[in-house]
């Protein structure tokens, strides 16, 4: 057998160990980011219906100031809204804030979550994407929330 043979044989095997490892190193998942544990946790609204917070929107007579938001998605698969807004109707202001809750489920891989409102009794869903979840609400806004 000669030395080149001998290389040659050897650098087979090294490179047959090589892709072995490399193989193992990979899983098939790509974005870690979209796991239900690493979805779980606090986002801060940052827009409504395509607006930077505070976002003004109007319906008829009364006029609507979506202050800030909060939603919490909790590793148990419950989670709880809270969005505060400015409302003007027949020259009175409120401040108020509504908060809703119920259960969600992220179904890997795309990301997408469906949510189910549990005060309000309706079905919604939405994306998560990194540190964003983007909501689709039954009314067509989307709420963008962020870590």
Known sequence: ????????????????????????????????????????????????????????????????EVLEGTLELGTDGQWTETVSSKVQSAGMTQVQAVTTFGSWNNIRPSAYISFFDKVNNYGFSGTASGATIVLNTVSGEQLIYRR
């Open 1 to 64: 057998m000669s030395i080149l043979t001998s290389v040659h044989n050897e650098m087979r095997r090294f490179l047959a160990l090589f892709a072995l490892a490399a193989l193992g190193a990979c899983g098939t998942e790509i974005d870690q980011s979209t796991r239900p544990n690493n979805v779980a946790g606090s986002y801060h609204l940052v827009s409504f219906g395509g607006i930077v917070l505070p976002a003004s929107v109007r319906s008829d007579s009364v006029s609507v």
